[in-house]
């Protein structure tokens, strides 16, 4: 997928409705009040040549910073929001998802309010599962960042 392509399928979400129950969905996964797009996938676990796995990251990275050119010209230049201070405050609070997920996902996201729509969008590369592909992910919700 090109950048052009993340960011029709963003616009998208920002208007689909949200499922009544948690489940996959046709760009990743949904629940009650978001969704959650998988724009693209790295190679693999990081179980494997860790190498590859590096260069992996930094392309999605770069795809990320990439979309957020497109977006910040349409929606305002916004700070890099540090997820690590999100994952720390799930040991002592409950956060709402899906924030609590995408803090426990990645480092660092990009996140702005889209005015008209009642929505937010968080863009972010997701890398910190061990186990898992690392991901570019946008997040579209109705709820408030904590």
């Known amino acids: ?6 960011i029709a399928l963003i616009d998208e979400l920002c208007f689909r409705p949200f499922p009544a129950e948690h489940g996959p969905s046709d760009v990743g996964f ?3 009040g978001h969704h959650v797009a998988v724009l693209e996938s ?3 676990p990081r179980a494997g040549d ?6 992996a990251v930094d392309q999605l990275e770069k795809d990320r910073d990439a979309a957020y050119e497109v977006l910040a010209s349409r929606w305002g230049d916004v700070p890099p929001w540090n997820l690590q201070t999100v994952l720390l405050r799930t040991e002592r ?3 709402p998802e899906p924030w609590a997920w995408l803090a426990a996902q990645a480092s660092v996201a990009w996140l702005w309010e889209v ?3 009642g929505r937010w969008v968080a863009l972010a590369v997701a890398d ?3 186990g898992d592909d690392p991901r570019l992910v946008a997040v579209v919700t109705q709820t408030a960042p904590p």
């Not at 997928?1 to 993340?6: P, S, T, V």
């Not at 860790?50 to 260069?55: D, S």
């Open 50 to 55: 860790p190498a590859e796995w590096a260069v």
């Open 42 to 44: 790295g190679p693999g």
């Open 128 to 130: 910190r599962d061990p």
């Open 115 to 117: 005015q008209g729509t």
């Open 30 to 32: 949904a629940g009650p």
């Open 93 to 95: 609070e409950e956060i």
């Open 1 to 6: 997928m090109n950048i052009a392509q993340h």
